[in-house]
């Protein structure tokens, strides 16, 4: 065999399967009889430019087809300073829009998403933001940027990730997420000392765009985007389209970032606040009093507020966990129940 061949594959096995590696003292969740809450849970994405943003290229078409393919129940468009999608898309397509916010003399002070009653404060690590808009998310993660904050990775990674697409695009999407740096996102998101709810956008424009008979290449692809990155509203009651959904959020459903498929569910109980994952996780729980880190697929915490940072992995070593993926990020107040 080669000897690049064997070089090439060793390196697969520390990066594809090792990559991230962290040590926790995690702690065994206790479980405990279920019982789940009548809820609806919908997935969402938000932060998405069409051709009619000056810099994306992609079609209205494309974003309803990406969202059958990763099974979103509804999107949010935000182009730049125009609605002109409201007129190619159905009820569960929403057309906001993204505008650029200046102070009295001039000087930008940064993005904000616009869509009906939501507001969303987008680039909030590049805004110059002295207060946010009342009622407004803060997008802790974006998509886009979290991956450009790792260009030096990436680039020398590219022909390792270039391999993987041809073989798994899952396994290709896994290994960007396990780039992104989840808990420090969420410390600069701290540090900046805001008071508001959390989202995640994804900031995607479509570069190239080659349509032909039998022919619909699209790069960066929205079903890429659509399946690494979503939110999940857990609503009270049942919503049928994308304007539906943004008044159960601003009526206070609970909203969770969401990397990957599955979906966790969250809800507050006799002053718990009780956490169910589609699969066993590491679970670092942020709280005014410290750290901690749990491992299970069931938890319930008793902090009236804390923010949770969910992590599958590859192997465990003792203390020491391989391969961690981010899975989602909640931030929880037990004061306001998910709806």
């Known amino acids: 065999m080669p000897e690049w061949v064997v070089a090439f594959v060793l390196f697969y096995f520390a990066f594809g399967f090792l990559y991230p590696a962290g040590f926790f ?22 932060h998405i430019h069409s051709q009619f943003s000056y810099d994306s290229l992609g079609k209205p078409e494309d974003i309803e087809r990406a969202m059958r393919q990763e099974d979103i129940d509804f999107a949010i468009v935000t182009d730049h300073d125009v609605e ?7 009820s569960k397509v929403y057309a ?54 790792r260009l030096s990775l990436l680039l020398f990674l590219l022909p390792f990730l270039l391999s993987v697409l041809i073989f798994s695009r899952e396994l290709f999407r896994n290994t960007l997420l396990r780039l992104i740096d989840l808990r420090g996102l969420v410390r600069r998101y701290q540090s900046l000392g805001f008071n ?24 960066p692809n929205y079903r890429d ?3 690494m990155l979503k939110n999940v509203a857990v ?37 718990f606040i009780k956490l169910l994952t589609p699969r ?6 942020r709280h005014p ?27 465990r070593f003792w203390r020491f966990y391989f391969g961690l993926m981010p899975m989602f990020l909640i931030e929880c107040t037990a004061s306001r129940e998910g709806r």
């Open 25 to 46: 003292l995690a702690r065994r969740a206790v479980f405990h009889p279920l019982k789940v809450p009548n809820v609806y849970l919908y997935s969402f994405v938000i």
């Open 84 to 90: 002109y999608i409201s007129a190619f898309v159905s």
């Open 96 to 149: 906001g829009v993204e505008k650029k916010l200046h102070d009295n003399s001039g000087v930008l002070i940064g993005s904000l998403l616009k869509a009906g009653p939501l507001k969303v404060v987008a680039h909030p690590f590049r805004g110059r933001w002295k207060e946010l808009p009342d009622g407004a998310f803060v997008e802790i993660v974006d998509l886009k940027d979290a991956l450009k904050e």
């Open 196 to 219: 508001a709810r959390l989202i995640g956008g994804l900031d995607h424009h479509v570069k190239v765009y080659i349509r032909e008979v039998g022919i619909r290449f699209l790069f």
């Open 225 to 227: 985007s659509f399946a």
């Open 235 to 271: 609503c009270k009651d049942k919503v049928s389209s994308a304007s539906e959904l943004l008044e159960a959020i601003k009526d206070g459903a609970s909203v969770g970032i969401v990397f990957g498929k599955e979906l966790p569910l969250w809800w507050v109980e006799d002053g």
């Open 280 to 285: 066993h996780c590491l679970l670092e729980v």
């Open 289 to 315: 009093e410290g750290v901690e880190h749990i491992e299970g697929s069931f938890f319930e915490l008793g902090h009236k507020e804390c923010m949770l940072l969910g992590y599958t992995y590859k192997v």
